[in-house]
């Protein structure tokens, strides 16, 4: 397998996930400079021009979302997905798209400054509706973990969500809510997260 990523780029969500299924060694982690990825070379293998993408027996799995799910299912014997006939299944697959699509779209609109007026003029054509819906999502979704998103034992839904929060309380995204802490706190006692600087703050 071969992992196209950047150190800078949100591909770096993946990494405690490689560390959790222990294949750090099992894949070539390749680099491509952001002035590299709309170049020819590198639009063969995903024409969107964006990192991580991986590529594993000739087949090219493009898109955050789908190379999580393609890993833990690959890996279902570390745990970290439940079983297609689970019924947590669903559960799990909601945390993992509304990070992929409504709160990458959430944050993307904040960082280009959009006002909240105009936010409230488009707001049934956002997939994260306005700012006070995604509080309310993870407030309500956080506040029923025990102590992770599916119960019990952690998920790849669990270090998903977890990176992406903190890198959006990080980066001054989202306000760092009280609601938000006895999740982070569980998961920054992970050994997988413990090299990321901005879970210091809950690691008490």
């Given at each position: 397998?071969?992992?196209?990523?950047?150190?800078?780029?949100?591909?770096?969500?993946?990494?405690?996930?490689?560390?959790?299924?222990?294949?750090?060694?099992?894949?070539?982690?390749?680099?491509?400079?952001?002035?590299?990825?709309?170049?020819?070379?590198?639009?063969?293998?995903?024409?969107?021009?964006?990192?991580?993408?991986?590529?594993?027996?000739?087949?090219?799995?493009?898109?955050?979302?789908?190379?999580?799910?393609?890993?833990?299912?690959?890996?279902?014997?570390?745990?970290?997905?439940?079983?297609?006939?689970?019924?947590?299944?669903?559960?799990?697959?909601?945390?993992?798209?509304?990070?992929?699509?409504?709160?990458?779209?959430?944050?993307?609109?904040?960082?280009?400054?959009?006002?909240?007026?105009?936010?409230?003029?488009?707001?049934?054509?956002?997939?994260?509706?306005?700012?006070?819906?995604?509080?309310?999502?993870f407030k309500r979704g956080l506040s029923q973990a025990k102590p992770y998103l599916l119960?019990?034992?952690?998920?790849?839904?669990?270090?998903?969500?977890?990176?992406?929060?903190?890198?959006?309380?990080?980066?001054?995204?989202?306000?760092?809510?009280?609601?938000?802490?006895?999740?982070?706190?569980?998961?920054?006692?992970?050994?997988?997260?413990?090299?990321?600087?901005?879970?210091?703050?809950?690691?008490?």
């Amino acid at each position: 397998m071969k992992l196209y990523n950047n150190p800078q780029s949100r591909g770096m969500t993946l990494l405690p996930i490689l560390k959790e299924l222990q294949i750090e060694d099992q894949l070539e982690q390749v680099e491509v400079p952001f002035k590299d990825m709309h170049q020819p070379e590198y639009l063969q293998i995903n024409p969107m021009g964006k990192v991580p993408c991986l590529v594993d027996q000739g087949v090219v799995i493009s898109e955050m979302a789908a190379i999580i799910i393609y890993l833990a299912d690959k890996y279902q014997d570390k745990g970290l997905a439940p079983a297609l006939d689970d019924p947590k299944r669903g559960t799990y697959l909601k945390w993992i798209f509304f990070c992929h699509g409504p709160l990458t779209e959430y944050i993307d609109v904040k960082n280009l400054q959009v006002s909240q007026e105009q936010i409230e003029k488009v707001r049934t054509s956002l997939s994260f509706g306005n700012e006070a819906a995604v509080f309310d999502f993870f407030k309500r979704g956080l506040s029923q973990a025990k102590p992770y998103l599916l119960g019990e034992k952690v998920s790849a839904a669990d270090l998903y969500v977890a990176y992406c929060l903190i890198c959006a309380i990080s980066t001054k995204i989202l306000p760092p809510l009280e609601e938000f802490k006895p999740f982070l706190q569980q998961m920054a006692r992970r050994d997988s997260l413990k090299d990321i600087s901005w879970f210091k703050q809950y690691r008490t």
